[in-house]
């Protein structure tokens, strides 16, 4: 089994930068093998995609996000960060790690983190 746990400020002002950790215990075969994500959930809102980090280090971002994201990865401390720039009120969210994801229509993990809220404000 895999277990990950998201790490942060829960409070960031705006225009600043959003980072966030996500700390992966547990069976590392199984978690090295798979993509790792970032998603979050806006209040009253469903999921979205932040992007993800493959085995190689290879990332790909959500379009709407692509310029303020940057995802990377540690494998050898089975850590992987969020740096979300310029950030406004509109980031405020839960955030979430997660591996193993089929991202479509829905988005479909096999591993979460418990989530971490993340409120823009002044």
């Known amino acids: 089994q895999v277990q990950l746990q998201e790490s942060g400020p829960g409070l960031v002002k705006p225009s600043q930068t959003l980072s966030l950790t996500c700390t992966v215990s547990?069976?590392?075969?199984?978690?090295?093998?798979?993509?790792w994500y970032w998603i979050r959930q806006p209040p009253g809102k469903g999921l979205e995609w932040i992007g993800t980090i493959e085995n190689s280090g290879s990332t790909t971002y959500s379009p709407s996000l692509k310029s303020r994201t940057s995802i990377s990865r540690d494998t050898s401390k089975k850590q992987f960060t969020l740096q979300l720039t310029s950030v406004t009120p509109e980031d405020t969210a839960m955030y979430y790690c997660?591996?193993?994801?089929?991202?479509?229509?829905?988005?479909?993990?096999?591993?979460w983190g418990q989530g971490t809220q993340v409120t823009v404000s002044s």
């Open positions: 547990g069976n590392s075969d199984i978690a090295n093998y798979y993509y």
């Open positions: 997660a591996i193993k994801c089929s991202i479509r229509t829905t988005i479909m993990c096999d591993w």
